[in-house]
């Protein structure tokens, strides 16, 4: 099963959705953009694929933050991570 990802990048100073090529933002703050990515997953949901949203962390490796879809049990699912510097959760669902 192919997997479409929602991948929250940072350039030029301001953070980007990137998803099969196509580009969404830019947004002011990791935190708004992975809001934007969740949404975006959403709307663009295919019932044959699962979505996952990844986003870096403080030390810049990637994490799934979310996830849709046949391979997620009862819907979807949030593992957010607190971002350190922030405090914050990443997920707009916590």
Known sequence: MKTRWFLVI???AQWWVD????SFGPFDSIEVAVAGAVR???VFND?????QV?????MGRMYQI???????????TCGARKHQDSGSA???DE
């Open 10 to 12: 940072s350039s030029r």
């Open 19 to 22: 998803c099969e090529g196509k």
């Open 40 to 42: 975006y997953a959403e």
């Open 47 to 51: 019932p044959g694929r699962q979505s």
């Open 54 to 58: 990844w986003a870096p962390d403080d």
């Open 66 to 76: 979310w996830s849709s879809g046949p391979l997620a049990a009862g819907g979807a």
């Open 90 to 92: 990443a997920c707009a």
